[in-house]
């Protein structure tokens, strides 16, 4: 169990045998933002975009890449043994293990962005900026056959079980694919007048303002953090 304290550091317990629990203090000045937690790893993310990890790194799952000059990773899953990353720019990346291809993560369209990023244990979901979702790895239970959202709607947000996934919808139903043999995927509607809402954690959000070649218009780049 991995738990980030309000003063931005995070804490652990549980088995320990792979050094998951070790969780690195991070430095003066500096905290954690988002934490994800695997099968024995632990994934944390800084103020500053980047990203560490600690416990078993027999897939190369804590080996997480440099997220570039002048860039930074704004949210982080871990599944079993592998993990992925989102980019600032919209971009994602995963590393550790890809039997069945689950760090094969799908290239976007020209224009396309992802927003939010789920890994289960053996699969990869991935929210795009037009509200729809792919995912990539162990299709065995049908995990991985994400449908299309219904006309008028669109994906708001993603989570992904051991052999399952869930999707939000932005008319607050959701929708779930996968293994139901405990029935993980039979979700009940919302009553009446209610939604369903995705349990967010709260974020800042770090921009750069760099002006443009005219002096009047200026650009806001999110460096960190999301906006939804």
Known sequence: LVLLRSDGRA?????????????????????????ATGCYHTVLLRRD?????????RERQCA??????????CQVAAGTSHTVL??????????????????????LEEGLRYTHVAAGHGHTVLLRSDGRAVACGNNACGQCD???????TTYAHIAAGYNHTVLLLSDGSA???GENNNGQCNLPAPSRGLRFVAALPQRDV???????GDGRTVTCRILTGSVL
């Open 49 to 57: 975009g980047r990203a560490v990890a600690v416990g078993s790194n």
């Open 175 to 177: 929708v779930a694919a």
């Open 146 to 152: 994400i449908p299309d959202p219904p006309a008028g």
């Open 86 to 107: 989102l980019h600032s720019d919209g971009r994602a990346v995963a590393c550790g293990e890809n039997q069945d291809e689950q760090c094969a993560i799908p290239e």
């Open 64 to 73: 997480v890449p440099d997220a570039g000059a002048g860039l930074g990773y």
């Open 11 to 35: 804490v652990a317990c549980g088995s320990n045998r792979h050094g998951q629990c070790n969780l690195p203090e991070p430095e003066a000045g500096m905290s954690y933002e988002h934490v």
């Open 206 to 212: 770090v921009v750069q303002l760099v002006p443009e």
